[in-house]
């Protein structure tokens, strides 16, 4: 772990609340000089703490009405099998997380897809197929109660902060 000051903190929540700042806002935020800021956030993100920026697409309005959670259990536990499936994971653009799991199932992937026909699809022509699976159990989101990439930075202990 890398050890942050509180400015440091204080930026990387105005940048997680909003990533287009520009270095003047930031400080204005953060109480420090843009040179500071810029300096600062250069070294966020070479220390990888800061790991990108992007764009927050809204998904519903370019008809990606579906969002589904698929368990998966593998055919067989070996390397050469779980290489193959993330493989596969890789090359299916509608998966948009994956997890490696303890318990029932092998993997957790998430999807998001225009309508159900995708997910079946998806499920009954890319997964089951696939020889590294062995079974396939979906579960459709009917709501979405919350959704927030933010990290819960309150929780971070932060060094003696030097400016």
């Known amino acids: 772990m890398i050890d942050v000051d509180a400015f440091d903190l204080r930026m990387l929540a105005a940048l997680q609340a909003d990533g287009r700042l520009t270095n003047q806002q930031l400080a204005d935020a953060v109480g420090l000089s843009a040179s500071q800021c810029s300096r600062r956030r250069t070294r966020l ?3 990888g703490i800061i790991a990108g920026y ?7 309005r370019l008809g990606f009405n579906v969002i589904a959670f698929i368990h998966i259990t593998l055919a067989t536990h070996s390397p050469d099998n779980a290489r193959h499936f993330r493989d596969l994971v890789q090359r299916v653009d509608e998966v948009q ?5 303890t318990g029932d199932a092998d ?25 590294s699976v062995a079974h396939v159990r979906s579960s459709i989101v009917l709501d979405r109660l919350k959704m927030t990439a933010k990290l819960p930075l309150d929780g971070i202990a ?6």
């Open 107 to 131: 993997y957790l992937l998430k999807v998001i897809l225009r309508d159900l026909k995708s997910l079946s699809d998806i499920v009954n022509d890319v997964l089951m197929p696939h020889p």
């Open 54 to 60: 992007h764009a927050d697409l809204a998904g519903a």
């Open 45 to 47: 993100e070479d220390d």
């Open 158 to 163: 932060p060094r003696r902060a030097t400016s």
């Open 97 to 101: 997380e994956a997890y490696s799991l």
